[in-house]
């Protein structure tokens, strides 16, 4: 499709980025200094803990919020002079349900159309074409209310398609959907970037949904805290983890403080530890502590370890203290 465009040009096609923005409410941060930058045609996962400031970023960058601090450019286009014409090459679905339970799922979609300005043929066109990407034609006819959550998320993804956006920014969009639910959105999330060269951005605070994208960055309290591809996150944790239960877990991080030269982390009544060489440091332990150590769990780390690695307390910690 942009075969023909300068190679400048092709990068920034839809290419989202984000520099310095920080966003008050009163006296409140709820972003800080955040900059990052998704390419075009990438599935960019922000993952961070209920609170960290993701909805704030995703009003400003669809324009239902005014910038207070920083510039942020979509496809191109700065996001405080061109807001207008971002809005009509993004597609946004929020956390907050859109669609109106008593109107057709069809019916919800022609709403839209209009909102848009699509009418006639072409709406008739892309409804179908919507319907069909997410495997909702033989429910058109249906009351959105009757439908269950993953249908009405598949709905409000349909929704935001109509009008062939370029980027597409979806907040948290399997909250409330079950694992098959998920996996099928996911499916046809691919499908977007695949066929039709879509550049998604995303919102998550669930791991396993983060592993699917192609770059992650990781937002706690309004700050980036780091980004990379899930496999270059888990990379930046030193090797292996080990998690240590004990009866008297400060005592016992003291102990191994003494010996072996290196200081756990305490993480509510465990000890964690990264070690590169974490099977052999395994052994050591428990020859050094057999009395003092309870359970030692060993692996390799998840996100979950990159987020605590990065931050110093657990993802749910963070949400539970806001
Ligand atoms: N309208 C508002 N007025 C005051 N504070 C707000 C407002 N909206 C958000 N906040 C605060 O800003 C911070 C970031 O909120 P935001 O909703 O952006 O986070 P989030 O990561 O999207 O969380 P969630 O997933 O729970 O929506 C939070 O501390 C929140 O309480």
């Not at 249906?142 to 009008?163: F, N, P, T, W, Y």
């Not at 191994?256 to 200081?263: M, Q, Y």
Request: with cysteine; net charge negative; proline share 4%.
């Amino acid at each position: 499709m942009l075969s023909n465009t300068p190679p400048q040009e092709t990068a920034r096609a839809s290419r989202i980025v984000v520099q310095d923005i920080s966003h008050h409410y009163g006296q409140r941060r709820a972003l800080n200094q955040l900059s990052f930058e998704v390419h075009t045609g990438e599935i960019f996962g922000l993952l961070g803990p209920n609170g960290g400031g993701k909805t704030t970023l995703f009003r400003l960058l669809s324009t239902l919020l005014p910038l207070q601090a920083g510039s942020a450019e979509i496809a191109g286009l700065d996001l405080a002079t061109r807001s207008q014409e971002i809005r009509n090459l993004i597609g946004v679905t929020f956390q907050s349900p859109s669609l109106d339970g008593k109107l057709t799922v069809q019916e919800n979609l022609k709403h839209q159309a209009h909102l848009y300005g699509i009418s006639g043929a072409l709406m008739r066109d892309r409804i179908a074409n919507a319907l069909s990407r997410l495997g909702l034609t033989d429910r058109k006819g249906d009351l959105a209310e009757s439908l269950s959550g993953g249908l009405k998320r598949r709905v409000e993804i349909a929704k935001g398609l109509l009008h062939s956006p370029r980027v597409l920014l979806l907040d948290e969009p399997s909250t409330g959907l079950d694992p098959g639910a998920r996996h099928d959105l996911w499916k046809y999330l691919k499908q977007l970037q695949q066929e039709n060269g879509v550049t998604i951005l995303i919102t998550t605070h669930l791991m396993e949904e983060a592993e699917h994208c192609d770059r992650l960055g990781i937002l706690n309290r309004g700050e980036l805290v780091t980004c990379g591809t899930p496999d270059e996150l888990r990379a930046s944790v030193g090797g292996d983890c080990l998690t240590i239960q004990a009866e008297h877990p400060d005592e016992l991080a003291r102990l191994i403080t003494e010996k072996f030269g290196v200081s756990p982390q305490r993480i509510n009544a465990s000890l964690r530890l990264e070690h590169p060489r974490g099977h052999e440091f395994l052994k050591d332990l428990i020859d050094a502590f057999p009395d003092q150590v309870t359970s030692v769990s060993l692996g390799k780390p998840t996100l979950e370890d990159v987020f605590i690695h990065e931050t110093g307390h657990q993802f749910w910690q963070a949400e539970e203290s806001e």
